[in-house]
């Protein structure tokens, strides 16, 4: 192992006791990609006292929802399961149609607010603090990322240990510690969200480009991080191109 890499996998490992100490209630917001599988398998081969939950949007990949038992049999760790609430899920499909996400950016947006965020809401409702996979590496929407930050419309402490990693990094982990990962990302699959709403990548596409693929890059965010979304709101419309 490089040493730069072996410098991050010891300040992962300390950040992430840190934040434990500093959090009694702390949970990691897990996709089950590669990134949060790094977080997953840092905080469960040492113990860290860090709660790990996944949202099954009841439109994940098979692939994906098989993670949850890869996870059980390696660690033997169940990972809490967070629901959208089935009436808003019929309302929406009764208004709008099954895959409507594809007409428009708004229902896409109350489609990923109905399946991911108020779920979201709901895992998050008991904590003081939560922990991500995030990238600056990932999109445009997460070049200005910070380790840590407030999560103000929850009031809330948002940390995220690998913001300076990059994708070599991950995998480097992943493989020297034989960390199991999702297999759609050995089919071109950087980045897994719903089954219709995620495609493989083309080469030179960032990691990001499979997701909502009909959307403009800037506008790829789901509402689950708020402040991604205000950066690139913020953000003049040069340096949003030019990055």
């Not at 300040?11 to 100490?21: E, G, H, V």
């Not at 709008?96 to 109350?110: M, P, Q, T, V, W």
């Not at 990001?208 to 709101?233: F, M, P, Q, Y």
């Amino acid at each position: 192992m490089n040493p730069e890499l072996q410098a991050k996998i010891e300040r992962l490992d300390a950040l992430l006791d840190s934040i434990a100490a500093r959090h009694s209630r702390v949970k990691l917001a897990s996709s089950l990609a590669a990134e949060d599988m790094v977080l997953t398998h840092a905080i469960l081969s040492r113990a860290v006292a860090i709660g790990i939950f996944s949202l099954n949007t009841g439109r994940l990949h098979a692939e994906t929802l098989g993670m949850l038992d890869t996870v059980k049999a390696r660690y033997g760790y169940d990972i809490e399961q967070f629901h959208p609430q089935q009436d808003a899920v019929d309302e929406y499909v009764r208004d709008h149609g099954l895959n409507a996400f594809y007409e428009s950016i708004d229902l896409r947006k109350r489609c990923c607010h109905i399946r991911k965020v108020e779920p979201l809401d709901r895992a998050l409702s008991d904590v003081s603090a939560w922990v991500t996979g995030q990238r600056r590496e990932q999109s445009v929407t997460r070049a200005e990322l910070h380790e840590e930050e407030h999560d103000a419309p929850r009031g809330i402490a948002k940390f995220n240990p690998l913001a300076d990693w990059t994708e070599t990094d991950v995998w480097d982990y992943l493989k020297a510690f034989d960390v199991p990962v999702n297999p759609l990302h050995a089919r071109g699959y950087p980045s897994i969200g719903c089954e219709p709403c995620t495609r493989a990548v083309r080469p030179g596409e960032d990691s990001r480009a499979g997701r909502w693929w009909w959307e403009s890059r800037d506008t790829k965010e789901c509402g689950l991080h708020i402040t991604n979304i205000k950066i690139v709101e913020e953000a003049p419309s040069s340096a949003i191109q030019g990055a």
